[in-house]
């Protein structure tokens, strides 16, 4: 079975730097792109950012480009998100979530995680 | 970037109504269009793929239609497990998987 299990979130300061982490298992990690995506309070969905099976490509939400970056470590199972500079407006529940076809970067989301809040406060 | 427009925001209905929700693209996304539901606290659960392929497990109430810009997604006979918010997205343009605003179905 498909699991992923984020950790990372918390309350943080405006400016302030924060790594969210998604563990995989029940499946060949390193073969499937994952996703985050985010959730304000009373929100919708908003997409964030791609990184690929290997690493590579990525792909991100251009307003969130300049400060937010993803990566994973396949021996680890594990996909992240690095937030910099964070503002109040990034107070979200962030999701990730994989995509169904291997070895693709576009294709919807199969499995999602659990979510964890981050909440972006002074 | 394609953007996903939802119709209605809120829909209230009663158990065994015929529910249809309508998703517009703002160019081509062919069948590239999926369906997920959301429940309060809760992850998003894929619903439909490919316009109207039925994940795996999912109840066959469920359909999806369309093609091009223009989307549906019907529910046949409302459950009480059904109420929740419902959300399209394109996977066309993998630069941006753009979401519907997203459509709360409410008990009236």
């Known amino acids: 079975e498909v699991h992923l299990l984020q950790s990372g979130g918390g309350s943080v300061q405006p400016g302030e730097s924060r790594r969210l982490s998604c563990v995989a298992s029940?499946?060949?990690?390193?073969?499937?792109?994952i996703n985050w995506i985010r959730q304000g309070p009373g929100k919708g969905l908003e997409w964030v950012a791609t990184v690929g099976g290997s690493g590579s490509p990525t792909y991100y939400n251009e307003s969130l480009r300049a400060r937010f970056s993803v990566s994973r470590d396949n021996s680890k199972n594990t996909a992240y998100l690095q937030m910099q500079g964070l503002r109040a407006e990034d107070t979200a529940v962030y999701f990730c979530?994989?995509?169904?076809?291997?070895?693709?970067?576009?294709?919807?989301?199969?499995?999602w995680g659990q979510g964890i809040l981050v909440t972006v406060s002074s | 970037d394609i953007e996903m427009t939802q119709s209605p925001a809120i829909l209230s209905a009663s158990v065994g109504d015929r529910v249809m929700i309508s998703c517009r693209a703002s160019?081509?996304?062919?069948?590239?269009l999926a369906w997920y539901q959301q429940k309060p606290g809760h992850a998003p659960k894929l619903l439909i793929y490919?316009?109207?392929t039925l994940e795996s497990g999912v109840p066959s109430r469920f359909s999806g239609s369309g093609f091009g810009t223009e989307f549906t997604l019907t529910i046949s006979s409302l459950d009480p497990d059904d109420f929740a918010t419902y959300y399209c997205?394109?996977?066309?343009?993998?630069?941006?998987?753009?979401f519907g605003g997203g459509t709360k179905v409410e008990i009236k």
């Open positions: 490919g316009t109207s």
């Open positions: 997205q394109q996977y066309v343009d993998h630069v941006g998987f753009n």
């Open positions: 029940g499946f060949a990690f390193g073969s499937y792109a």
């Open positions: 979530a994989k995509e169904h076809e291997i070895g693709s970067t576009g294709d919807y989301f199969d499995s």
């Open positions: 160019q081509s996304v062919s069948m590239w």
